[in-house]
């Protein structure tokens, strides 16, 4: 069985912080990331990690601000955000994948993929 059950997100004010989580329930995947879409956009990747932690990768518009964390314990991805942005606003999508080299963080290389959970961001 196949899973990824997101929580997390909400409603928050400019400058505030927020973390969405994913719970995993893959037989074998090592390569985890946090995606985003906004109304009227594509979705965009905005965090990826290998599962032990060597390899991560930010977009530039949230460097700095948000953080993937994985708890090996618990098969738990994070997305910690800080110092939001109401174009931080979007449905928040976990996604996990299989590779036999380096993870690439593109929406093609992910097979797996969590609902959408939503943060917004007022002004």
């Known amino acids: 069985q196949v899973d990824l059950l997101p929580s997390g997100g909400g409603a928050v004010q400019a400058g505030g912080s927020l973390s969405v989580s994913c719970a995993i329930s893959?037989?074998?995947?090592?390569?985890l990331g946090w995606f985003r879409q906004a109304p009227g956009k594509e979705r965009e990747v905005v965090a990826g990690?290998?599962?032990?932690?060597?390899?991560?990768w930010y977009s530039d518009a949230v460097k700095g601000r948000f953080s993937i964390r994985f708890d090996n314990t618990n098969e738990t991805m994070y997305l910690n955000m800080i110092n939001l942005k109401p174009e931080d606003t979007a449905m928040y999508f976990c996604?996990?994948?299989?590779?036999?080299?380096?993870?690439?963080?593109?929406?093609?290389?992910?097979?797996?993929w969590g609902q959408g959970t939503q943060v917004t961001v007022s002004s």
């Open positions: 996604a996990a994948s299989w590779t036999w080299t380096s993870c690439k963080f593109s929406e093609a290389d992910f097979r797996w």
């Open positions: 893959i037989p074998k995947y090592n390569c």
């Open positions: 990690r290998n599962r032990g932690g060597l390899q991560t």
